[in-house]
Each structure stands twice: as structure tokens, then as C-alpha cells.
């Protein structure tokens, strides 16, 4: 099973690289497989954007890993 974590994209750098936020993390990732814009919130699997998705969406999900670690007695790294 693979897991792909919902990020906000708050810069746009050369060679299609964006600065996402995912909460509480900021982290580089690839953006060749989606045509993405700062502002924008995109699924992030292995380093690469692959899927553009709905801000409501985009934070219920947050909300979802959060209560996860929550439960397990973690810190989650997205509130």
C-alpha cells in the first residue's frame, strides 16, 4: 500500500521543484507530473507531486493523519 500526504505549494523553484508545506514541515519536492500553481494543494508520494486535489479535501485528510498520530501517541507532522 502506498500512502500520498496532502501539501500546500508556497514557492515554485527552477528545474519544476516547488517548496510544499505540509503543516508543521516544509520539504522540496517534484513537480514534472503536475501543472501546479503556488497556492495549490497536491498529493505528495516519494518526493513527487502527483495529483492536484481540493483544498477541503486537501485539509479533511490533514485532519485524518492527525487524529491517526493522535491515537497511536505520536506527534503527527501535519496539523
Not at 479533511?60 to 501535519?78: K, N, V
Amino acid at each position: 500500500m502506498c500512502i500520498a500526504v496532502p501539501a500546500e505549494i508556497i514557492e515554485i523553484r527552477e528545474g519544476n521543484i516547488a517548496l510544499v508545506d505540509f503543516g508543521n514541515l516544509k520539504q522540496e519536492i517534484r513537480i514534472d507530473l503536475v501543472d501546479a500553481t503556488i497556492g495549490e494543494f497536491v498529493l505528495v508520494h516519494v518526493g513527487f507531486a502527483i495529483q492536484k486535489i481540493n483544498r477541503d479535501e486537501a485539509l479533511e485528510t490533514r485532519e485524518l493523519f492527525r487524529q491517526c498520530y493522535e491515537a497511536m501517541g505520536q506527534e503527527a507532522f501535519s496539523a
